[in-house]
């Protein structure tokens, strides 16, 4: 490894720490509520995190609920008959195996009926859980093994350990190797195939490593309490969740979706302290909106382009390059 | 099962299929023209629905005349959200757009929920239409006139879009925007129109709604994503086709509920199933135009 | 090794024929103009070629192998590239990033041109300054078209196709990307330039074909073709002299 | 009449300027052809006037009247007529009303013997869309699509009618046709017309001046049998 | 006069209020749903358990104290409902709790406060993985009946009416109705009835046609619906306009009011655990005052908040100081008078120590035509008989 190469991944390891830092930090301190909201944003962080890659090759999911429930299911549904280890691996090519099904036949469906397949599929999946109690306890729900025994300091250092995973995977994905590929491919598939891209199979492949990650975060999160009904993993909340967490926080990046999971909580959660009672979904609905309307390009494109501007004012060439673009 | 049982299923569940059309005639002529999947608007049709259930719950107003009063406010209120936001989020991305209308769906929602409590509420109205005996079936007056209502809806979105001057103008702005500002229209206000013709048709399939289903705040939610499937179904923007992908939607779900043990729970799934499947065969619907590999 | 070679081949959309029955050859190591008025037919040819739009019928020989129906990056992978005429980048990429995809994803064993070992050698070739991580959406016209030739020329291909890449340029700019394509030729690729302007093929190309109405109307030397009656006529309009 | 004054400055898309500077002017009953080879700027000229370029300052006047703040779709309402290059029309609706709703979007409140006497006009000038008129425009043929395009742009009585390379992608015969009843047009309907072109015989046949565009520079302009015989024609097209 | 004493009323209770500003509030956790899909169900609980602390403040507090309700949205989803859990706990440090409904988002939240040991008054949530999870605890008190309570009794009820043999259950298709379900058709079996139809249904869709031409091809005795309020009410309606009357359409009241069922309600009999009319002594005045409060119908979910609320005032006050020890002992031993009547807590089957309502509070109720309503069933408590068959 060049000189270079060693400087990235200090930088990129270095990210990571400052990623898991504030949540082990609020671990080891056991501050039982700030460990729970740390839970829930590190769980649709992953979740975000697992949407952006799939985002990336231009595919916009509204189904992402149908892994994020396969994930906890099948890891919960196999760990006691493999083991945790081999029982979560298991459900994770589970719901890659699945991604790679649904990506192969949407391939050829554009904008909106993508979104409109996806949706029906998690949708669909839902009611096979309900109609198959025997196999995976229906409408009755499952009990999952809980992790970490159920300390939930514990538990919360184990979902940052999953979110510096998710999180590698998607650096993975920003790499030379593949953000280039992605992007041409969601910009312009036809410049990607005319550059040697295997467009459909890197399709596929985002799709998949996009369901895997989904369903570690639906694994994490059924593991959290120990009672699941698929009410909790395959509702719409969980398809529209990524969604807004990754747009709010910023499209495209790792960051962006770590950033957006924490900034939608937080915001609900000071909501909740101000206004209370119901009325603080109304305050967060409002806020969704005024975020769309103002920063377009979510909180870490707007810190971007206050960046750049800046770079740019510093620098007269930059400017030029601004003015002429 | 005997041939009446057969005809008893399809005809009740035709008359589910009128209120499911009705409330996707809105969205398929906006989304036809725009482009924009708006998740509000089984929000629109909720606040449709309570306010046909509150003026006659509170002053004794007729649903046919609460219909045309929801149509009308429904109508204001798009134009001013088309006017506050939605016309700068037309401008962005496809998930933005997803996004702005999801936020404006909460809004809305949890609005409903304040105003309103949670609890599901009956408009209790004497039956608008006499019954309709078809052979051995009977359909109730209220099915009948949401029926009527429903394809009246569909006719009229068909006749806005096909035999009015501003129907020509928002086929030339959603077949090409360019051309039509080069040929003198505003395409600006003509998306406008076609957002606040939506939510008046959204505000009268909520009379509708008031009228054979219960009135809660969350009641939209459902009907909103049967209706993206019945538009994605006949093909976003065929406004024939959203009636028959009403139809088959309604159908599905209907005779599976009926003819397969435990089916109630089936027929949901199977018709987005269906959904997935025809979309895998035919990626622009059933009768969508076909595109370009 | 026998260069491009289309056998009878058409492509309609709906009752048009754009390509109508073509049969031509780029023999290896020529610089080959495809020339044609508007609407001719000139860009569904490199579509054709490139697989973006298969033949209804006919065959496409790519170094005497058949191509014809190969996905396009099969073909990118059998030594032909291609670049757009307007080309749609992200702009979010840098140029070295751009030419990166190909360099990976183009498996081929021929060399790149002398002296180019990355994607920002390649970048330098083209007459760019990859510096600075300059991002696409900040490029001039002129500099995409030195992009696409550089992206295209990171497939490594044994033949190259040129939509227009100097249309639209100015005098300078096309002088430029008239030597660049020289080079190009000189380190043994086989290319086919697609363009407008005649003072450009007359002084670049040996070879010409004549596309029109989807048909080929004529081939030969640049000069020769020129003066063609039949294709004054279908550049001109007839009755017209000059 | 309909005397139209153009001006267009800086032209182009991103950071390419294609038009430096270009100014022309025109009236009712003339027809002014920009010639020049692909890539030239005539297009760019054309859509920078019509406020669809990405870039480029414009200056209009119609008569004295200044049109230049007006929007794209303004201009429509001021009397400038424009056919974009491509045979352009809206393919997902008939025939008729393509023609029918650009006379709407223009004179909603207007007698429908006056739209049928424009009607009656356009398909006199083109037959074949006539007998097309129930058929989806995008089901026909490049020819008679780019007559439908001419034919739209006529519905709204046009005082300046402004065309991009109309004979592209046609047959010769159609293109006689085509400009045949271009010439009608000039000599019936007094608007003052624009015309964008590459193939120069025909065009030549009809057109009172002519502007001949290289690479974005006016390379001669004048009256055009003045032109015709100029060697820079030939220069600017053929580059021999 | 009524002005006089309203201004003497209100004297009296500004003179309370230094009284009771003298010691800290007494801080009462409330997390229940109150928005997403179980928000119907958790604003009415929390109607109940709101009336109960202000009688309880109008009256002078509890121990001196004002009792202050610390209200958070559970959204019904689990990891919503452990954080609101520690924020009670850890942050608004909470004496004790009152509310929950929600099966799984329950959980959570009692998962997340076992190891604070609080005193629990649990006012919703049936499921019996709860009562396994978390009955044996000392400090959890459950007050609504658990799933087989419920269905046992409505079996009971369906005994008890004559020549009833035959049942059709229709059921939604989630975790409540699919318990439901599960435990009737059991009891059906022990009890010697016939269930001829078992179907599931999606909660909240439009058309119940299909289930009920099952129906008219089946006639049953008894058309028993488990589901959730509103579908109740369609399915009655729809019942009711397509003319497929069963001989008894029998509902598990959801906190519908009989005003909402009009003229399709005719008939119908909800099994429920509470009803306004139930010949409970006292009661009158109680609904009386209610209402008045409510400003309309009290419904039975409202009183299983007031119940929970009202158990702890009650405990605590003969406890006599804000002792846990002291309150969760009087809370096992006493016996309350409630809106149910007179209730204590009890072990129930599961494992469950301290269980409130059981199958034999609850009551049937069937919706006369002349807009009113009857307790039918048990004897006890009846007002009136049961018509049957109803068509």
């Given at each position: 490894m060049n000189a270079a190469g060693m400087n990235i991944l200090v930088l990129r390891l270095g990210f990571y720490v400052a990623v898991a830092a504030p949540f082990v930090a609020v671990a080891l301190a056991e501050h039982a509520f700030l460990v729970q909201v740390a839970i829930g944003i590190a769980v649709s962080a992953i979740l975000a995190l697992a949407w952006d890659i799939l985002s990336r090759t231009g595919q916009v999911s509204l189904g992402h609920a149908a892994f994020f429930g396969m994930g906890g299911y099948g890891s919960a549904l196999l760990t006691p008959v493999l083991g945790p280890v081999l029982g979560w691996i298991a459900g994770l090519l589970l719901c890659g195996a699945v991604a790679v099904l649904l990506g192969a036949v949407t391939l050829r469906l554009r904008r909106l009926y993508f979104t409109i397949a996806t949706l029906s599929f998690s949708l669909s999946i839902q009611v096979f859980i309900l109609v198959t109690p025997d196999l995976?306890?229906?409408?009755?729900?499952i009990m999952p093994p809980v992790?970490?025994?159920?300390s939930p300091p514990h538990q919360l250092l184990f979902i940052t350990g999953c979110l510096v995973a998710a999180a590698a995977v998607s650096d993975v994905f920003l790499g030379s190797r593949f953000r280039p590929a992605f992007f041409m491919i969601r910009n312009n598939p036809h410049l990607a195939a005319a550059s040697g891209v295997p467009v459909t199979r890197l399709k596929i492949l985002a799709f998949a490593v996009s369901g895997m990650v989904a369903g570690l975060a639906g694994a994490c999160y059924a593991g959290l309490y120990g009672y699941v009904i698929p009410d909790d993993v395959f509702t719409t909340n969980w398809n529209v969740l990524p969604l807004a967490v990754t747009i709010l926080g910023g499209?495209?990046?790792?960051?962006g979706p770590v950033v957006g999971a924490v900034a939608l909580r937080l915001l609900e959660e000071v909501a909740r302290h101000?206004?209370?009672?119901?009325?603080y979904q109304v305050v967060y609905g409002a806020v969704i909106i005024l975020f769309i309307v103002g920063m377009p390009a979510g909180l870490v494109g707007f810190a971007r382009g206050l960046l750049r501007r800046r770079k740019a004012t510093e620098r007269p060439d930059g400017a030029k390059a601004r003015l002429a673009s | 099962m005997t041939t009446a049982a057969v005809l008893q299923a399809v005809i009740l569940s035709l008359t589910v299929a009128a209120l499911y059309a009705a409330v996707a005639a809105g969205l398929t002529l906006t989304v036809g023209v725009t482009r924009i999947i708006n998740f509000a608007h089984g929000e629109f049709v909720m606040l449709g629905a309570f306010l046909t259930y509150g003026l006659h719950t509170r002053w004794g107003v007729s649903p046919w005349l609460g219909m045309a009063a929801s149509g009308v406010a429904l109508g204001l209120l798009s134009a001013l959200v088309y006017r506050l936001f939605l016309a700068r989020v037309l401008k962005q991305d496809e998930h933005n757009q997803l996004l702005a209308t999801l936020g404006l769906s909460i809004l809305l929602l949890n609005i409903a929920v304040i105003l309103w409590s949670p609890d599901p509420r009956v408009m209790?109205?004497?039956?608008l239409l006499p019954p309709l005996r078809l052979g051995p079936v009977t359909v109730p007056g209220n099915n009948v006139a949401v029926a009527l209502v429903g394809l009246l809806l569909f006719l009229a979105m068909l006749w806005i879009k096909n035999h009015t001057r501003y129907g020509t103008q928002m086929r030339f702005a959603s077949d090409d925007p360019e051309l039509a500002l080069h040929a003198g229209i505003n395409v600006d206000r003509v998306f406008e129109l076609s957002f606040v013709i939506g939510g008046a048709a959204a505000g009268v399939s909520g009379g509708l709604v008031a009228l054979v289903l219960y009135v809660q705040p969350s009641v939209g939610v459902d009907l909103v994503i049967r209706a993206f499937a019945i538009i994605a179904l006949g093909g976003l923007g065929n406004i024939p086709g959203a009636l028959m992908g009403a139809a088959i939607l309604a159908l599905v779900e209907g005779l599976v509920s009926t003819?397969?043990?435990?089916g109630g729970s089936w027929g949901f799934g199977v018709a987005f199933l269906l959904l997935l499947l025809v979309l895998i065969v035919r990626p622009s619907g059933l009768f969508g135009k076909q595109v370009q590999a | 090794m026998s260069g491009l070679r289309i056998e009878g081949c058409t492509v309609a959309f709906g009752g048009l024929?754009?390509?109508?029955n073509v049969t031509l050859a780029i023999p290896e190591g020529t610089i080959t103009a495809l020339i044609g008025p508007n609407g001719s037919g000139k860009s569904t040819f490199v579509n054709m070629v490139s697989g973006q739009i298969p033949p209804a019928a006919g065959r496409i020989l790519l170094g005497g192998g058949a191509i014809t129906g190969l996905r396009p990056d099969r073909i990118v992978h059998r030594g032909l590239a291609r670049t757009y005429q307007v080309p749609k980048v992200?702009?979010?990429?840098?140029i070295e990033e751009v030419i990166s995809v190909p360099l990976r994803?183009?498996?081929?064993d021929r060399p790149l041109p002398p002296g180019v070992r990355s994607a920002a050698d390649l970048a330098r070739y083209c007459?760019?300054?990859?510096?600075?991580?300059?991002?696409?959406?900040?490029?001039?016209v002129s500099d995409l078209r030195r992009l696409e030739i550089a992206r295209a020329l990171a497939c490594r291909p044994d033949v190259l196709l040129l939509d227009?890449?100097?249309?639209?340029?100015s005098l300078e700019d096309t002088e430029q990307v008239i030597a660049l394509v020289r080079e190009i030729h000189a380190a043994g690729v086989t290319v086919l330039v697609i363009e407008h302007v005649m003072r450009i093929i007359a002084t670049l190309c040996r070879h010409a074909i004549v596309l029109n109405q989807g048909r080929l109307l004529a081939e030969g030397e640049p000069q020769r073709v020129l003066t063609d009656p039949d294709v004054r006529e279908a550049y001109l309009g007839k009755g017209f002299t000059l | 009449m309909n005397r139209f004054q153009a001006t267009v400055e800086r032209a182009g898309y991103g950071a390419l300027t294609v038009i430096p500077h270009l100014a022309f002017e025109v009236s009712g009953g003339e027809l002014l052809v920009l010639l020049g080879?692909?890539?030239?700027?005539k297009t760019t000229a054309l859509r920078a006037l019509a406020g669809t370029a990405d870039t480029g300052r414009r200056a209009l006047r119609l008569d004295g009247q200044?049109?230049?703040?007006?929007s794209t779709w303004q201009l429509a309402h001021a009397g400038l007529a424009y056919v974009p290059d491509g045979?352009?029309?809206?393919?997902?609706?008939t025939v008729e009303e393509n023609l029918r709703g650009a006379f709407e979007a223009l004179r909603?409140?207007?007698a429908r013997a006056e739209r049928q006497r424009l009607l009656d006009g356009v398909y006199e000038l083109f037959p074949v869309l006539k007998q097309r008129g129930?058929?989806?425009?995008?089901?026909?043929?490049g020819g008679q699509r780019q007559m439908l395009a001419i034919a739209r742009a006529l519905m709204i009585e046009p005082k300046v009618l402004m065309l991009d390379?109309?004979?592209?992608?046609?047959a010769p015969k159609l293109v006689e046709e085509l400009f045949e009843a271009l010439g009608r047009i000039k000599a019936s309907a007094g608007c003052a017309i624009v015309m964008a072109e590459q193939n120069f015989a025909a065009a030549m046949g009809i057109a009172d001046t002519c502007l001949v565009l290289d690479e974005g520079h006016v390379a001669l302009s004048g009256p055009v049998a003045a032109v015709r015989h100029d060697e820079r024609l030939r220069v600017a097209y053929l580059g021999l | 006069m009524g002005r006089i004493l309203a201004s003497l009323l209100a004297a009296a209770a500004m003179a309370a209020v230094p009284a009771m500003a003298q010691q800290p509030p007494l801080r009462i956790g409330v997390p229940l749903?109150?928005?997403?899909?179980?928000a119907g169900g958790g604003n009415q609980i929390l109607w109940g358990i709101q009336y109960a602390a202000g009688e309880a403040n109008d009256a002078g507090g509890l121990l001196g104290r004002k009792i202050e309700l610390v209200v958070e949205d559970t959204k019904g989803e689990p990891n919503t409902s452990a954080t609101v859990a520690a924020k009670l706990a850890t942050?608004?440090?909470?004496?004790a709790f009152v509310g929950g409904f929600g099966s799984t988002s329950d959980y959570a939240l009692l998962n997340a406060l076992q190891r604070f040991e609080p005193i629990f008054m649990h006012a919703g949530s049936s499921s019996v993985r709860l009562e396994e999870g978390f009955?044996?605890?000392?400090w959890y008190y459950h007050i609504y009946i658990w799933d087989y309570h419920r269905q046992k009794a409505a079996v009971t009820f369906f005994k008890s009416?004559?020549?009833?043999k035959t049942l059709a259950i229709a059921y939604e298709d989630k975790l409540y109705g699919t318990d439901g379900s599960k435990f009737t058709q059991q009891y059906a079996k022990e009890a010697g009835l016939e269930v001829v139809m078992n179907e599931p249904y999606r909660a909240g869709?439009?058309?119940?046609a299909p289930i009920l031409n099952r129906v008219k091809g089946l006639d049953p005795d008894i058309l028993f619906i488990i589901g959730y309020s509103g579908d109740n009410i369609q399915i009655a309606r729809q019942a009711d306009q397509l003319g497929i009357k069963p001989k008894l359409l029998v509902t598990q009241g959801?906190?519908?009011?009989?005003?909402?069922?009009?003229?399709?309600?005719?008939n119908v009999v909800v099994i429920d655990l509470?009803?306004?009319?139930?010949?409970?002594?006292?009661l009158a005045d109680w609904v009386k005052k209610a209402e008045a409060k409510r400003g309309g119908e009290v419904v039975s979910s409202a009183v299983q908040g007031y119940v929970a609320m009202r158990t702890l005032i009650d405990a605590a006050k003969a406890a006599g100081t804000w002792d846990r020890g002291k309150i969760l002992a009087g809370l096992a031993s006493m016996t309350f008078d409630t809106p149910y009547g007179k209730v204590a807590y009890t072990a129930s089957?599961?494992?469950?120590?301290h269980q409130l309502i059981t199958d034999k509070s609850m009551i049937a109720v069937q919706y006369k035509p002349d807009g009113g309503q009857e307790v039918v069933w048990p004897a006890d408590k009846a007002a009136g008989k049961i018509t049957y068959p109803a068509r």
């Amino acid at each position: 490894m060049n000189a270079a190469g060693m400087n990235i991944l200090v930088l990129r390891l270095g990210f990571y720490v400052a990623v898991a830092a504030p949540f082990v930090a609020v671990a080891l301190a056991e501050h039982a509520f700030l460990v729970q909201v740390a839970i829930g944003i590190a769980v649709s962080a992953i979740l975000a995190l697992a949407w952006d890659i799939l985002s990336r090759t231009g595919q916009v999911s509204l189904g992402h609920a149908a892994f994020f429930g396969m994930g906890g299911y099948g890891s919960a549904l196999l760990t006691p008959v493999l083991g945790p280890v081999l029982g979560w691996i298991a459900g994770l090519l589970l719901c890659g195996a699945v991604a790679v099904l649904l990506g192969a036949v949407t391939l050829r469906l554009r904008r909106l009926y993508f979104t409109i397949a996806t949706l029906s599929f998690s949708l669909s999946i839902q009611v096979f859980i309900l109609v198959t109690p025997d196999l995976t306890g229906g409408s009755t729900g499952i009990m999952p093994p809980v992790l970490a025994g159920g300390s939930p300091p514990h538990q919360l250092l184990f979902i940052t350990g999953c979110l510096v995973a998710a999180a590698a995977v998607s650096d993975v994905f920003l790499g030379s190797r593949f953000r280039p590929a992605f992007f041409m491919i969601r910009n312009n598939p036809h410049l990607a195939a005319a550059s040697g891209v295997p467009v459909t199979r890197l399709k596929i492949l985002a799709f998949a490593v996009s369901g895997m990650v989904a369903g570690l975060a639906g694994a994490c999160y059924a593991g959290l309490y120990g009672y699941v009904i698929p009410d909790d993993v395959f509702t719409t909340n969980w398809n529209v969740l990524p969604l807004a967490v990754t747009i709010l926080g910023g499209m495209d990046t790792t960051l962006g979706p770590v950033v957006g999971a924490v900034a939608l909580r937080l915001l609900e959660e000071v909501a909740r302290h101000f206004v209370g009672g119901v009325g603080y979904q109304v305050v967060y609905g409002a806020v969704i909106i005024l975020f769309i309307v103002g920063m377009p390009a979510g909180l870490v494109g707007f810190a971007r382009g206050l960046l750049r501007r800046r770079k740019a004012t510093e620098r007269p060439d930059g400017a030029k390059a601004r003015l002429a673009s | 099962m005997t041939t009446a049982a057969v005809l008893q299923a399809v005809i009740l569940s035709l008359t589910v299929a009128a209120l499911y059309a009705a409330v996707a005639a809105g969205l398929t002529l906006t989304v036809g023209v725009t482009r924009i999947i708006n998740f509000a608007h089984g929000e629109f049709v909720m606040l449709g629905a309570f306010l046909t259930y509150g003026l006659h719950t509170r002053w004794g107003v007729s649903p046919w005349l609460g219909m045309a009063a929801s149509g009308v406010a429904l109508g204001l209120l798009s134009a001013l959200v088309y006017r506050l936001f939605l016309a700068r989020v037309l401008k962005q991305d496809e998930h933005n757009q997803l996004l702005a209308t999801l936020g404006l769906s909460i809004l809305l929602l949890n609005i409903a929920v304040i105003l309103w409590s949670p609890d599901p509420r009956v408009m209790q109205a004497p039956a608008l239409l006499p019954p309709l005996r078809l052979g051995p079936v009977t359909v109730p007056g209220n099915n009948v006139a949401v029926a009527l209502v429903g394809l009246l809806l569909f006719l009229a979105m068909l006749w806005i879009k096909n035999h009015t001057r501003y129907g020509t103008q928002m086929r030339f702005a959603s077949d090409d925007p360019e051309l039509a500002l080069h040929a003198g229209i505003n395409v600006d206000r003509v998306f406008e129109l076609s957002f606040v013709i939506g939510g008046a048709a959204a505000g009268v399939s909520g009379g509708l709604v008031a009228l054979v289903l219960y009135v809660q705040p969350s009641v939209g939610v459902d009907l909103v994503i049967r209706a993206f499937a019945i538009i994605a179904l006949g093909g976003l923007g065929n406004i024939p086709g959203a009636l028959m992908g009403a139809a088959i939607l309604a159908l599905v779900e209907g005779l599976v509920s009926t003819f397969v043990p435990q089916g109630g729970s089936w027929g949901f799934g199977v018709a987005f199933l269906l959904l997935l499947l025809v979309l895998i065969v035919r990626p622009s619907g059933l009768f969508g135009k076909q595109v370009q590999a | 090794m026998s260069g491009l070679r289309i056998e009878g081949c058409t492509v309609a959309f709906g009752g048009l024929r754009a390509i109508d029955n073509v049969t031509l050859a780029i023999p290896e190591g020529t610089i080959t103009a495809l020339i044609g008025p508007n609407g001719s037919g000139k860009s569904t040819f490199v579509n054709m070629v490139s697989g973006q739009i298969p033949p209804a019928a006919g065959r496409i020989l790519l170094g005497g192998g058949a191509i014809t129906g190969l996905r396009p990056d099969r073909i990118v992978h059998r030594g032909l590239a291609r670049t757009y005429q307007v080309p749609k980048v992200p702009k979010e990429l840098t140029i070295e990033e751009v030419i990166s995809v190909p360099l990976r994803y183009a498996r081929s064993d021929r060399p790149l041109p002398p002296g180019v070992r990355s994607a920002a050698d390649l970048a330098r070739y083209c007459g760019l300054r990859p510096a600075g991580g300059t991002r696409c959406g900040q490029l001039s016209v002129s500099d995409l078209r030195r992009l696409e030739i550089a992206r295209a020329l990171a497939c490594r291909p044994d033949v190259l196709l040129l939509d227009e890449s100097m249309a639209g340029l100015s005098l300078e700019d096309t002088e430029q990307v008239i030597a660049l394509v020289r080079e190009i030729h000189a380190a043994g690729v086989t290319v086919l330039v697609i363009e407008h302007v005649m003072r450009i093929i007359a002084t670049l190309c040996r070879h010409a074909i004549v596309l029109n109405q989807g048909r080929l109307l004529a081939e030969g030397e640049p000069q020769r073709v020129l003066t063609d009656p039949d294709v004054r006529e279908a550049y001109l309009g007839k009755g017209f002299t000059l | 009449m309909n005397r139209f004054q153009a001006t267009v400055e800086r032209a182009g898309y991103g950071a390419l300027t294609v038009i430096p500077h270009l100014a022309f002017e025109v009236s009712g009953g003339e027809l002014l052809v920009l010639l020049g080879p692909n890539g030239a700027g005539k297009t760019t000229a054309l859509r920078a006037l019509a406020g669809t370029a990405d870039t480029g300052r414009r200056a209009l006047r119609l008569d004295g009247q200044d049109l230049s703040a007006l929007s794209t779709w303004q201009l429509a309402h001021a009397g400038l007529a424009y056919v974009p290059d491509g045979a352009r029309c809206f393919a997902t609706v008939t025939v008729e009303e393509n023609l029918r709703g650009a006379f709407e979007a223009l004179r909603p409140r207007a007698a429908r013997a006056e739209r049928q006497r424009l009607l009656d006009g356009v398909y006199e000038l083109f037959p074949v869309l006539k007998q097309r008129g129930s058929q989806l425009a995008g089901s026909m043929s490049g020819g008679q699509r780019q007559m439908l395009a001419i034919a739209r742009a006529l519905m709204i009585e046009p005082k300046v009618l402004m065309l991009d390379e109309p004979s592209a992608g046609l047959a010769p015969k159609l293109v006689e046709e085509l400009f045949e009843a271009l010439g009608r047009i000039k000599a019936s309907a007094g608007c003052a017309i624009v015309m964008a072109e590459q193939n120069f015989a025909a065009a030549m046949g009809i057109a009172d001046t002519c502007l001949v565009l290289d690479e974005g520079h006016v390379a001669l302009s004048g009256p055009v049998a003045a032109v015709r015989h100029d060697e820079r024609l030939r220069v600017a097209y053929l580059g021999l | 006069m009524g002005r006089i004493l309203a201004s003497l009323l209100a004297a009296a209770a500004m003179a309370a209020v230094p009284a009771m500003a003298q010691q800290p509030p007494l801080r009462i956790g409330v997390p229940l749903p109150l928005t997403g899909a179980l928000a119907g169900g958790g604003n009415q609980i929390l109607w109940g358990i709101q009336y109960a602390a202000g009688e309880a403040n109008d009256a002078g507090g509890l121990l001196g104290r004002k009792i202050e309700l610390v209200v958070e949205d559970t959204k019904g989803e689990p990891n919503t409902s452990a954080t609101v859990a520690a924020k009670l706990a850890t942050q608004d440090k909470v004496d004790a709790f009152v509310g929950g409904f929600g099966s799984t988002s329950d959980y959570a939240l009692l998962n997340a406060l076992q190891r604070f040991e609080p005193i629990f008054m649990h006012a919703g949530s049936s499921s019996v993985r709860l009562e396994e999870g978390f009955g044996k605890h000392d400090w959890y008190y459950h007050i609504y009946i658990w799933d087989y309570h419920r269905q046992k009794a409505a079996v009971t009820f369906f005994k008890s009416i004559p020549g009833a043999k035959t049942l059709a259950i229709a059921y939604e298709d989630k975790l409540y109705g699919t318990d439901g379900s599960k435990f009737t058709q059991q009891y059906a079996k022990e009890a010697g009835l016939e269930v001829v139809m078992n179907e599931p249904y999606r909660a909240g869709t439009p058309d119940f046609a299909p289930i009920l031409n099952r129906v008219k091809g089946l006639d049953p005795d008894i058309l028993f619906i488990i589901g959730y309020s509103g579908d109740n009410i369609q399915i009655a309606r729809q019942a009711d306009q397509l003319g497929i009357k069963p001989k008894l359409l029998v509902t598990q009241g959801a906190g519908e009011k009989r005003s909402d069922f009009g003229p399709a309600g005719d008939n119908v009999v909800v099994i429920d655990l509470w009803s306004a009319k139930q010949t409970t002594p006292g009661l009158a005045d109680w609904v009386k005052k209610a209402e008045a409060k409510r400003g309309g119908e009290v419904v039975s979910s409202a009183v299983q908040g007031y119940v929970a609320m009202r158990t702890l005032i009650d405990a605590a006050k003969a406890a006599g100081t804000w002792d846990r020890g002291k309150i969760l002992a009087g809370l096992a031993s006493m016996t309350f008078d409630t809106p149910y009547g007179k209730v204590a807590y009890t072990a129930s089957e599961m494992g469950g120590k301290h269980q409130l309502i059981t199958d034999k509070s609850m009551i049937a109720v069937q919706y006369k035509p002349d807009g009113g309503q009857e307790v039918v069933w048990p004897a006890d408590k009846a007002a009136g008989k049961i018509t049957y068959p109803a068509r």
